[in-house]
């Protein structure tokens, strides 16, 4: 393994805060960037408790932290925590990216969401795929399912098919949609899609059983398949899909865009995108 580069008194920190955040793939693909274009830059990762978040995001940021990534369970608490949120995290109403200012010494913290940017590009990538004007099927309406279905909607989708277990938090994504944009359809319902995106945590864990069933995908009819989960490689879920001749892609490339973008708003420089991918795919999958 390449050693860490040298920490100096002029480095600059960010860190992703998650808990647990034993798992994160994000500190080597923010540090292969940081190398790639010789800044002297660290991502770390901290592991803060919930109920600790508001002082910690604090104290970074009267450390000097440049800003940090929040993720589970951070993501909602960080968004009532930024004093100024921009529109992706007001529209979201959650804050994966924060980046810290002093004003006369006090931290001041502004919120973004780029989760939404992260899977538009990853659709792009991955298939071609714009929602403007297309069906789009979500299973499991938690923070990312939601997360997702208003990006599409904002994006111009036609029809959302909103799928959950608990059928009362896809009807709140449902009206959470349709104030935003009243001309969108949102069914509850299995129907024809042309993309299915699996926001279930199903598959994260070997003994999980699938979220789809063949009848459910054969209602569904969807020409192309996103699984949100990443590790491990290939879900059950996208494994049925790829047999039904889905077109089929993890959620890798969601990762990486939606950490390019964060790297952007910290650094004002260009994300070296395959940098990244490749330092992604090295830690998440050993290739
Ligand atoms: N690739 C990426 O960059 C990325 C980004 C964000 C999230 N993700 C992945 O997306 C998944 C969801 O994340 P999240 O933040 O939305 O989590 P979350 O808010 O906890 O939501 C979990 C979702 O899974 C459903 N679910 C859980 N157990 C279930 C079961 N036994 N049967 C049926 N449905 C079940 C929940 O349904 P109920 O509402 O009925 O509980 C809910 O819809 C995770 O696997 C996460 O790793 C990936």
Same mark, same amino acid.
């Given at each position: 393994?390449?050693?860490?580069?040298?920490?100096?008194?002029?480095?600059?920190?960010?860190?992703?805060?998650?808990?647990?955040?034993?798992?994160?793939?994000?500190?080597?693909?923010?540090?292969?960037?940081?190398?790639?274009?010789?800044?002297?830059? @660290?991502?770390?990762?901290?592991? =803060?408790?919930?109920?600790?978040?508001?002082?910690?995001?604090?104290?970074?940021?009267?450390?000097?932290? =440049?800003?940090?990534?929040?993720?589970?369970?951070?993501?909602?608490?960080?968004?009532?925590?930024?004093?100024?949120?921009?529109?992706?995290?007001?529209?979201?109403?959650?804050?994966?990216?924060? =980046?810290?200012?002093?004003?006369?010494?006090?931290?001041? /913290?502004?919120?973004?969401?780029?989760? &939404?940017?992260?899977?538009?590009?990853?659709?792009?990538?991955?298939?071609?795929?714009?929602?403007?004007?297309?069906?789009?099927?979500?299973?499991?309406?938690?923070?990312?399912?939601?997360?997702?279905?208003?990006?599409?909607? /904002?994006?111009?989708?036609?029809?959302?098919?909103?799928?959950?277990?608990?059928?009362?938090?896809?009807?709140?994504?449902?009206?959470?949609? @349709?104030?935003?944009?009243?001309?969108?359809?949102?069914?509850?319902?299995?129907?024809?899609?042309?993309?299915?995106?699996?926001?279930?945590?199903?598959?994260?864990?070997?003994?999980?059983?699938?979220?789809?069933?063949?009848?459910?995908?054969?209602?569904?009819?969807?020409?192309?398949?996103?699984?949100?989960?990443?590790?491990?490689?290939?879900?059950?879920?996208?494994?049925?899909?790829?047999? @039904?001749?889905?077109?089929?892609?993890?959620? /890798?490339?969601?990762?990486?865009?939606? &950490?390019?973008?964060?790297?952007?708003?910290?650094?004002?420089?260009?994300?070296?995108?395959?940098?990244? @991918?490749?330092?992604?795919?090295?830690?998440?999958?050993?290739?």
């Amino acid at each position: 393994m390449k050693p860490p580069s040298s920490i100096n008194g002029q480095t600059r920190f960010v860190a992703v805060l998650g808990h647990p955040i034993a798992h994160t793939a994000s500190p080597a693909m923010h540090n292969a960037a940081f190398d790639a274009l010789g800044m002297n830059w @660290r991502y770390l990762a901290l592991d =803060v408790d919930p109920a600790r978040l508001g002082p910690a995001l604090r104290g970074l940021a009267l450390c000097g932290f =440049v800003g940090v990534n929040c993720t589970i369970p951070h993501k909602r608490i960080a968004f009532r925590e930024a004093d100024c949120l921009d529109s992706s995290a007001r529209i979201a109403e959650a804050a994966n990216t924060l =980046v810290f200012r002093l004003r006369r010494g006090t931290p001041f /913290l502004h919120g973004y969401s780029t989760d &939404g940017y992260g899977i538009l590009a990853a659709l792009r990538e991955e298939f071609g795929f714009h929602p403007k004007g297309r069906a789009v099927a979500i299973l499991g309406c938690g923070g990312a399912g939601q997360s997702a279905a208003i990006q599409f909607a /904002l994006a111009g989708a036609k029809r959302l098919i909103l799928l959950n277990r608990t059928r009362a938090k896809a009807l709140a994504v449902a009206r959470r949609v @349709r104030a935003l944009r009243p001309r969108v359809e949102c069914l509850l319902d299995p129907t024809p899609c042309d993309l299915l995106v699996q926001g279930t945590s199903l598959g994260l864990r070997k003994d999980d059983r699938c979220p789809l069933d063949a009848s459910l995908l054969a209602k569904l009819d969807p020409c192309c398949f996103l699984e949100m989960i990443y590790r491990p490689a290939e879900t059950p879920a996208l494994r049925l899909a790829r047999r @039904r001749g889905c077109r089929v892609a993890n959620g /890798l490339s969601m990762l990486l865009h939606q &950490g390019a973008r964060a790297f952007e708003i910290w650094t004002n420089r260009r994300a070296p995108v395959e940098t990244m @991918r490749r330092a992604l795919r090295r830690e998440v999958y050993g290739r």
